[in-house]
């Protein structure tokens, strides 16, 4: 996990494309991103390049196929409505142990939430306007 308590910037998207790197697997690294400028640098398309790790774009404007999205929406669901925090650092703490929880406590919510199984229209037909 990269965390960081202001910005994300093509610096933090690198720190996290060598942290992956630095987990020596053996099988192939492909980082699944959406179209934020800081992600499509040069930058970072060097970086992964170098660490060779593939990077995958989706396409723009499509939050459905973002499986972040789902996961962001489901931590601000257990740590942000209707609870109260005295300061930022219980506030991050409850949100790093949310997450750190992923795979134990809410891992059957989970499953169900972030699954890679997408409505998809067989006859779709599109009038152009």
């Known amino acids: 996990m990269v965390t960081n308590d202001t910005y994300i910037t093509a610096t933090e998207v690198c720190a996290l ?7 020596h697997v053996t099988l ?11 992600q499509k640098c040069a930058l970072v398309l060097a ?18 196929l973002n499986l972040i999205e789902r996961l ?9 409505y209707s609870h109260y925090y005295a300061d930022f650092a219980a506030f991050k703490m409850a949100i790093t142990t949310c997450l750190e929880q992923t795979s134990t406590t809410h891992k059957v919510a989970l499953d169900l939430l972030l699954t890679l199984r ?12």
Not at 47 to 64: D, G, K
Not at 72 to 80: A, I, N, S, T
Not at 118 to 129: D, N
């Open 17 to 23: 494309l060598h942290k992956l790197a630095d987990l």
């Open 28 to 38: 192939p690294i492909t980082v699944v991103l959406d179209n934020a400028r800081y």
């Open 47 to 64: 970086t992964a390049a170098e660490l060779h790790i593939e990077l995958c774009f989706l396409p723009a404007y499509s939050p459905n």
């Open 72 to 80: 962001w929406k489901f931590v601000k669901k257990q740590c942000l």
């Open 118 to 129: 997408f409505q998809r229209f067989e006859k779709a037909q599109f009038m152009p306007v």
